[in-house]
């Protein structure tokens, strides 16, 4: 499988603040020299501790953060996270993101309808958006009358559904999850999960998803990726790294993360 969306030697620093004038710029490393590569039509689980630099990864790579040092490349195209917002439209089209609070993500004063529909209009997808609306609500198991409702008058689970209808409404090749099932109980996980799974199945999705849950990972993704403290320090087919992991942190980590049931609900 070719190289659909690929980080290179990724760092990332942020400067902490001075505690006098004359104080040395001191910084504070998320993310070191790090290395990822996501195949077209595959699946990659990012596990860790927290800190561990997840999510400062994902951000570089859909260019919500600019890397300190590194380089991202889309389908073989430079990423160029100080361009534009208009000069990253081409990007944004391709990649879709769902965040860890269903609730937080929705703005409460937008309709249903609107907040899916937002990203189709912003980025000049063609076609009836309203219909579109509909379709990805029915493809995520909601009622399409629901677009006019608002996301307080949905369950926590209904919420989640909605986010990632907004993720998937402009048809992107790339989603990526960023703990996007550990807001949730454990029913509502599976049914979330299992979701993911068909979608990806009818529509070729690319999935990057960052995880604590190690059920989430081995249920849904080929490959998994172990980071540390800003590394990445193991990687490799999921069942290989989960079940015989090469790294002692691996072992710690596999032996400290509660698991999930994830089978038919």
């Not at 198991?141 to 409702?149: K, Q």
């Not at 799974?197 to 199945?201: D, K, T, V």
């Not at 540390?228 to 989960?242: N, Q, S, Y």
């Given at each position: 499988?070719?190289?659909?969306?690929?980080?290179?030697?990724?760092?990332?620093?942020?400067?902490?603040?001075k505690?006098?004038?004359?104080?040395?710029?001191?910084?504070?490393?998320?993310?070191?020299?790090?290395d990822?590569?996501?195949?077209?039509?595959?699946?990659?689980?990012?596990?860790?501790?927290?800190?561990?630099?997840?999510?400062?990864?994902v951000?570089?790579?859909?260019?919500?953060?600019?890397p300190?040092?590194?380089?991202?490349?889309?389908?073989?195209?430079?990423v160029?996270?100080?361009?534009?917002?208009?000069?990253?439209?081409?990007?944004?089209?391709?990649?879709?993101?769902?965040?860890q609070?269903?609730?937080?993500?929705?703005?409460?004063r937008?309709?249903?309808?609107?907040?899916?529909g937002?990203?189709?209009?912003?980025?000049?997808?063609?076609?009836?958006?309203?219909a579109?609306?509909r379709?990805?609500?029915?493809?995520?198991?909601?009622?399409?009358?629901?677009?006019?409702?608002f996301?307080?008058?949905?369950?926590?689970?209904?919420?989640?559904?909605?986010?990632?209808?907004?993720?998937?409404?402009?048809?992107?090749?790339?989603l990526?999850?960023?703990?996007?099932l550990?807001?949730?109980?454990?029913?509502?996980?599976?049914q979330?999960?299992?979701?993911l799974?068909?979608?990806?199945?009818r529509?070729?999705?690319?999935?990057?998803?960052?995880?604590?849950?190690?059920g989430?990972?081995?249920?849904?993704?080929?490959?998994?990726?172990?980071m540390?403290?800003?590394?990445?320090?193991?990687?490799?087919?999921?069942?290989?790294?989960?079940l015989?992991p090469?790294?002692?942190?691996?072992r710690?980590?596999?032996?400290?993360?509660?698991?999930?049931?994830?089978?038919?609900?």
């Open positions: 499988m070719s190289a659909l969306l690929t980080g290179r030697s990724l760092t990332r620093r942020y400067p902490m603040p505690d006098s004038l004359f104080e040395r710029k001191r910084f504070t490393t998320a993310l070191e020299n790090a990822i590569e996501v195949a077209e039509g595959q699946a990659v689980g990012i596990i860790g501790e927290s800190g561990s630099g997840k999510s400062t990864l951000r570089l790579l859909l260019a919500l953060d600019t300190t040092e590194g380089t991202v490349e889309f389908d073989g195209r430079p160029d996270a100080a361009a534009s917002a208009r000069a990253l439209h081409w990007l944004r089209r391709q990649t879709g993101i769902v965040f609070d269903p609730y937080a993500s929705l703005d409460p937008m309709s249903i309808g609107r907040i899916i937002e990203p189709v209009w912003a980025l000049d997808i063609p076609g009836d958006r309203r579109r609306v379709e990805v609500l029915e493809d995520v198991g909601l009622e399409a009358s629901m677009a006019d409702r996301p307080h008058e949905f369950s926590g689970g209904q919420r989640q559904r909605i986010a990632l209808a907004r993720a998937l409404a402009h048809r992107p090749r790339v990526v999850g960023d703990e996007p550990s807001a949730l109980d454990v029913t509502v996980r599976a979330i999960l299992e979701l799974g068909e979608l990806r199945e529509d070729g999705l690319t999935l990057v998803m960052v995880s604590h849950d190690i989430v990972v081995q249920n849904l993704c080929d490959q998994v990726v172990v540390k403290d800003g590394r990445v320090i193991e990687r490799g087919p999921t069942d290989a790294v989960l015989a090469g790294e002692e942190y691996t710690r980590l596999l032996a400290s993360i509660p698991v999930i049931e994830t089978g038919p609900v």
